[in-house]
């Protein structure tokens, strides 16, 4: 198992960074947490707020079992303990938008326990460069409102739509040394959580935001303090936040200064991290079991019923693609980064195999090619999202099974996507007037007058310059408008040219 070598480089030798991440991913459910208000992105301030979100007097919490559901099925996917007896706590502090004056969380008794994730930490060598990070806990807990102050010049506002959302805190070990490894264990997690269906991935929308811990040490030596970067929304920023915050506490040492357990935040225009509060004297959040919920015992049944819930995960399905389908590592592993796109060529695939015969091996490579390589080609080229509407999973098999078939060239099938997708063609009576020709004696003779035109290329051939073979097969596909059989014009010309 491979492991990044990152090291910062200061005035006095070589430092050592510790990272340790807790993500909080927004929970998938219609509901909230304790209560029966909607969850739903982008909604008008404080019109998903129930008497319970508001903390209204007399208000009781009921626990939404599919909050529970969806945390145990993500402990399972991460290889993590299942907590058959949890409970939930009352973290005590006053904040404008915390109605109740406390948050609902697990401090003591988390719902999942210790669980792994294994990381890929290059991409062109997916089996070569890996690491295991562990996971420390995941509990579940209730969110805060949101306060806006850009609404008003003197005030700010309080919406509470975000109260009482049900989130997952997924904390990490401090297994990661390098901004690579934080940020390859944010996206693989992020990837498991979207195959589970257990949070939507969103980051962009705080659905999934992650506190970045981060520490230096001279290599070997005990850890230095950490701080906290709070809320922090991209894979990249995480990557970005750990090199700033590094580089900032190897200098602070270095100049004889001292490294404050703080909170801090990420300006990313700035590219650097700023004090937010002191953590020195820790908070007395008073921590006593919340007295309106009993513990959360789970029955074997349930645990097993979660279990088996659970799709094919991204691990198992990479090895499948490898092993099954023949792919490359690098293949199978670009194609399973997203379920969209894992969705999509086991799709695609099924339906070359159902419309050509042929067996999935014989047809997997091209149809992980044309999703991961020529048809981005094509999208780039025409100007246009891969949501556009003509760009149809049909639309694609179509295509995929002319060249599989040898009805039509590769090449040929991205001409006509791009026409279909920009203009009016009719895709398949494309294919059909584009149908290429196999006629040996009508490629034999063009290719008897490209050889004819190119005497002087033809004695390079034959000097050595085996290079020009490829300007042969060009201009004879040129001269045939991309009609002939490359297959055929390639034995042609072997045959011609001994």
């Known amino acids: 198992m491979a492991m990044s070598n990152y090291r910062i480089q200061g005035e006095t030798g070589e430092w050592e960074v510790v990272i340790g991440l807790e993500v909080h991913a927004q929970v998938t459910s219609q509901s909230k947490l304790f209560s029966g208000a909607a969850t739903a992105f982008g909604a008008e301030p404080n019109s998903q707020v129930s008497l319970v979100d508001a903390a209204m007097p007399g208000m009781l919490p009921v626990l939404n079992g599919e909050c529970i559901r969806q945390a145990v099925r993500t402990g399972i996917a991460v290889g993590a303990q299942i907590n058959k007896w949890s409970r939930f706590d009352r973290k005590n502090y006053f904040y404008a938008d915390l109605p109740q004056g406390y948050q609902i969380s697990q401090l003591y008794h988390p719902i999942v326990g210790e669980g792994e994730i294994e990381v890929i930490l290059d991409d062109k060598d997916p089996e070569g460069s890996t690491k295991t990070i562990g996971i420390e806990r995941i509990h579940v807990e209730q969110d805060a409102g949101k306060l806006m102050h850009d609404q008003h010049p003197t005030m700010s506002y309080v919406d509470l739509n975000r109260s009482g959302v049900a989130l997952m805190e997924i904390v990490s070990r401090p297994d990661m040394r390098s901004p690579i490894e934080a940020g390859a264990y944010l996206a693989k997690l992020r990837q498991i959580l979207r195959y589970v269906g257990s949070c939507d991935g969103n980051m962009d929308q705080g659905s999934m935001r992650a506190d970045v811990n981060v520490s ?207 203009t009016d063609t009719d895709l398949t009576a494309e294919i059909a007037s584009n149908k290429q020709t196999s006629d040996t004696g009508a490629i034999e003779a063009v290719i008897a007058k490209v050889l004819a035109d190119n005497a002087d290329k033809v004695e390079q051939y034959k000097a050595g310059k085996e290079a020009l073979f490829g300007f042969f097969v060009g201009q004879t596909m040129k001269a045939m408008q991309g009609k002939a059989n490359p297959a055929v014009v390639n034995d042609l010309l072997k045959k011609v040219l001994g």
């Open 216 to 422: 230096v040490r001279r290599p070997s030596e005990p850890f230095g303090t950490r701080t906290e970067t709070k809320n922090v929304n991209s894979v990249r920023f995480v990557m970005a936040v750990v090199e700033s915050e590094a580089r900032r506490q190897v200098d602070l040492i270095e100049d004889g200064g001292t490294v404050v357990q703080e909170t801090r935040l990420y300006d990313p225009d700035k590219n650097e991290t700023r004090s937010m509060r002191s953590k020195e004297d820790a908070h007395d959040y008073r921590y006593f079991p919340d007295p309106d919920l009993l513990p959360l015992v789970l029955a074997d049944s349930f645990v097993d019923e979660c279990r088996a819930s659970l799709p094919e995960l991204p691990d198992a399905k990479r090895h499948r693609y490898e092993t099954a389908l023949g792919l490359s590592a690098y293949d199978a592993a670009q194609l399973t980064l997203e379920v969209e796109t894992y969705q999509q060529f086991e799709e695609m695939l099924a339906a070359v195999v159902a419309e050509s015969g042929k067996d999935q091996r014989d047809v997997a490579k091209r149809v992980a090619n044309w999703i991961l390589s020529e048809r981005p080609g094509v999208l780039r080229s025409a100007g246009v999202a891969v949501d556009h509407p003509k760009n149809t999973p049909a639309a694609n098999v179509a295509l995929i099974v002319a060249v599989s078939e040898g009805v039509i060239s590769g090449g040929k099938a991205k001409e006509i996507l791009q026409a279909y997708l920009t």
